[in-house]
């Protein structure tokens, strides 16, 4: 059976309708509002087709028809038209990011915040595995006599803050001190290699000469290694998890759990998210490799870090969404992420 044009526009209208009302239609309501000068019989004929080769669904309590996800698929691939987002959406979308553009943990976290609250879906950010990123400077801030925060800022822009408590006092020349000596020794280092046994005791007896300072590196090391094992980890954050309760499809309350079980299983969540291919990736319904996600919609796209370390960012969410929309929103959005953390950083601070 052929795909004709007339197919096509009945099919398009259908998908159209339907991601707009979350009703099936039926041909009568659909003959209203296309101008194909046919019948209602004749359109219940092309529906009664396009179900047949797998187009179109027949909900068992309505005698309209709703959209199939190869329905959706051949929208994606073949009659979706592309806009790009209006220029004051792009303005705003920019300076948003850019309020903490040094440091790539808050800007990611913020792209999750600002999809979630443009697409009304659940969106989520994938920092990137930071094995090859290299350390730009450590810094130890005073807080109180017992503790310290040790600040380490990779060349990518990832900022982490770690309190470090004490068993004793410090003095906090000192601590300016094995500041700057850390930052000497390990900068340029990529964050997987400073966690090598020889560079760490070497760096130990390098502190070693600063008298008074061997109780405080008892503390110390164990916290700055514990610090780096985690910045290599990739991070997920997630947004709008509840956004889905004003969505129709998850009025069931059962299913509306089943999805915030599903999305709350971070670790198997970053797994599928890892295991997905570069650039933008649409998958629908079953073509998602999970089972608990065989009712959903996941677009992802890729954004880059000075080039190399990759991380995602995307939505996921009921199958009728409007794909176009959201599409042109995680393009940009990661393409501004890439283009912001191009070159990073200020000058060096603990110089």
Do not use: W
């Amino acid at each position: 059976m052929e795909l004709t044009e007339r197919k096509l526009k009945i099919l398009q209208a259908i998908i159209d309708d339907f991601v707009f009302s979350a009703e099936p239609i039926g041909s009568r309501t659909l003959s209203k509002k296309l101008d194909l000068g046919i019948s209602p019989a004749t359109i219940r004929n092309e529906m009664a087709d396009l179900e047949e080769m797998g187009y179109l669904t027949h909900p068992h309590t309505s005698a309209g028809r709703t959209p199939s996800d190869k329905a959706y698929r051949l929208y994606v691939d073949t009659l979706m038209e592309r806009h790009p987002l209006p220029v004051e959406e792009q303005t705003a979308i920019r300076t948003r990011l850019s309020e903490n553009f040094n440091e790539l943990n808050k800007t990611i976290e913020k792209a999750a915040t600002l999809l979630s609250e443009i697409t009304n879906l659940t969106a989520f950010a994938l920092t990137p595995k930071e094995d090859n990123n290299q350390l730009k400077y450590i810094n130890l801030l005073p807080v109180d006599k017992t503790s310290v925060v040790l600040m380490i800022v990779t060349e990518s822009g990832k900022v982490s803050n770690t309190v470090i408590r004490l068993r004793s006092g410090y003095d906090q020349r000192k601590l300016e001190i094995l500041s700057k000596m850390l930052t000497y020794n390990y900068r340029g280092r990529e964050l997987s290699s400073i966690q090598t046994i020889d560079l760490v005791k070497k760096v130990e007896a390098d502190i070693a000469a600063l008298s008074a300072m061997s109780g405080f590196m008892e503390n110390f090391m164990p916290e700055f290694l514990r610090t780096l094992e985690k910045m290599l980890d990739t991070e997920l954050y997630m947004e709008g998890l509840t956004n889905i309760f004003d969505i129709p499809e998850y009025n069931d309350l059962d299913k509306a759990r089943m999805f915030l079980k599903m999305m709350k299983q971070k670790d198997r969540f970053t797994e599928v998210l890892d295991n997905r291919a570069d650039g933008v990736i649409i998958t629908i319904g079953e073509e998602n490799t999970d089972e608990e996600m065989k009712d959903c919609s996941l677009i992802t796209a890729t954004y880059r870090v000075n080039g190399k370390f990759i991380g995602k960012l995307g939505v996921i969410g009921p199958t009728r969404m409007k794909y176009d929309e959201v599409i042109s929103l995680v393009e940009f959005m990661t393409d501004n992420l890439s283009n912001t953390f191009q070159i990073t950083g200020d000058t060096d601070s603990e110089e």
